[in-house]
């Protein structure tokens, strides 16, 4: 099944950087604004490597290099001196103040391709980021960023249970707080392997960076005539895949480009059972997601108007058990060319729908942990964007260096 390695990580220095000050959240949510904002907190910060800029004298990727290789010459990156799996702790209040934890083991997950079923994707993938990241793996030679991983293979968390002060800590803008934990115990080093090899790995999040890591490592084995070295790995961050580790948030969807005159209502009525809100709903956004849960449907704006939507099997019965992405992506599937766009909130999707910026907006409930291990194992991909997981691991608490 997935093999698991330890590896010497590289860390930032405490002594000579304020951990909060350099962590950065992934490339995929930072906007220019985050990233200018996280340049601002200090000249060390992991954004400059994970979205650099293009300079005068070099592109972003060759500036992303010489800050990691420069950082590394200062000693404000240190490479641990003996192979190590680290322990990672998420921990965090939701709105209603109840607190919760995800902790999982950091380390170097063997790569395989989906057909060989030792890591299986749950998500389909889009094309521009995988060309960005293959390009900055080319000239940097280093995992920036942990791959997401789910583990089918229960006990895992029990592995993760370590004491003592942590090598690592720091508070997030949003009040997560991330901890860091060594293991060399070679005993502990082992059932950690064998732990993670006894089933699949379901990745989470990261699904452009493993494609990306998998096209390195063909390119590589091409160049050097090998067929294993360092290109083989990719930095994980390994979770079990169990309720308690997770929080799965949606991604609402927003539509635009329809033809004038589409009947949007009509062409989604075949795929669900639609009941119309009184006036007023799409103002409350909250109140709407609320209804949603309580119904098990999705909704849908148009301007001031409001649809719950009850997913159909496809002989016509209500309560298709299944993520609302894909009932939707089948459903937007039949329709004209139209432009599909992705936000978190649905505030904000609201807002977009009710001032005409969008032909509509669809709000979509939490994907349950169980679809993703059920799609996982059946080989099947969900549509783009269908799950966000938080919160999100940060880039720069543990660094990885391929030296093929």
Same mark, same amino acid.
């Given at each position: 099944?997935? &093999? ?17 000050? /350099? ?5 995929? /949510? ?36 010489? !800050? %990691? ?9 240190? $490479?641990?001196?003996?192979?190590? *799996?680290?322990?990672?702790?998420? #921990? ?7 607190? !919760? ?20 994707? !749950? ?13 900055? @793996? ?17 006990? @895992? ?26 293991? &060399? ?47 083989? +790995? ?11 580790? @997770? ?14 005159? *589409?009947?949007? /209502? #009509?062409?989604?009525?075949?795929? *669900? ?26 909704? +849908? ?7 719950? +939507? ?46 005409? =910026?969008?032909?509509?907006? $669809? +709000? ?23 799950? *966000?997981?938080?919160? =999100? ?5 543990? %660094? ?5």
């Amino acid at each position: 099944m997935a &093999t698991f390695h330890p590896m010497s990580g590289i860390r930032y220095d405490p002594d000579r950087v304020d951990l909060a000050d /350099v962590l950065a959240p992934p490339y995929d /949510v930072i906007d220019d604004d985050g990233r200018a904002e996280l340049e601002a907190r200090s000249p060390y910060n992991a954004v400059y490597v994970e979205l650099g800029r293009d300079t005068t004298e070099r592109d972003r990727y060759a500036e992303a290099t010489c !800050h %990691f290789d420069r950082w590394l010459a200062e000693g404000v990156l240190r $490479v641990d001196d003996e192979p190590s *799996f680290y322990v990672y702790r998420m #921990g965090w209040h939701d709105e209603a103040g109840q607190a !919760h934890q995800t902790t999982g083991i950091v380390g170097a997950l063997e790569l395989s391709t989906p057909d060989e079923g030792r890591v299986l994707p !749950h998500e389909r993938t889009m094309g521009k980021p995988k060309g960005d990241r293959l390009r900055l @793996l080319q000239a940097c030679r280093a995992n920036l960023s942990p791959v997401w991983g789910l583990s089918l293979a229960a006990g @895992l968390s029990e592995l993760c249970q370590v004491e003592g002060p942590p090598v690592a800590r720091a508070t997030d803008e949003d009040g997560v707080h991330h901890r860091l934990w060594r293991i &060399t115990r070679p005993g502990v080093l082992a059932a950690i392997t064998d732990a993670v090899a006894s089933a699949p790995v379901v990745i989470a999040d990261g699904h452009h960076r493993y494609e990306t890591a998998l096209a390195y490592r063909d390119e590589r084995r091409a160049a050097t005539g090998r067929s294993s070295g360092d290109f083989d +790995l990719l930095l994980a961050f390994v979770v079990e895949l169990t309720e308690d580790q @997770l929080q799965v948030r949606p991604i609402h969807r927003l539509i635009s480009g329809l033809p004038d005159e *589409f009947d949007l /209502v #009509g062409a989604l009525a075949p795929f *669900f059972e639609m009941t119309e809100e009184p006036t007023g709903a799409s103002d409350t956004p909250r109140g709407l997601t609320d209804r949603m849960g309580t119904v098990g449907a999705l909704a +849908l704006l148009v301007g001031e108007r409001a649809w719950l +939507l009850r997913p159909r099997d496809a002989d016509g019965s209500d309560h298709a058990d299944q993520p609302d992405s894909m009932t939707l992506d089948a459903a937007l599937d039949t329709m004209p060319d139209h432009q599909l766009d992705f936000h978190q909130s649905a505030e904000a999707v609201a807002d977009l729908a009710r001032s005409g =910026k969008a032909d509509a907006a $669809v +709000l979509v409930r939490p994907v349950a942990v169980r679809h993703i291990a059920a799609a996982a194992r059946a080989g099947h991909r969900m549509p783009p964007k269908t799950t *966000f997981f938080a919160p =999100k691991p940060r880039t720069g608490l543990v %660094f990885r260096r391929l030296h093929d």
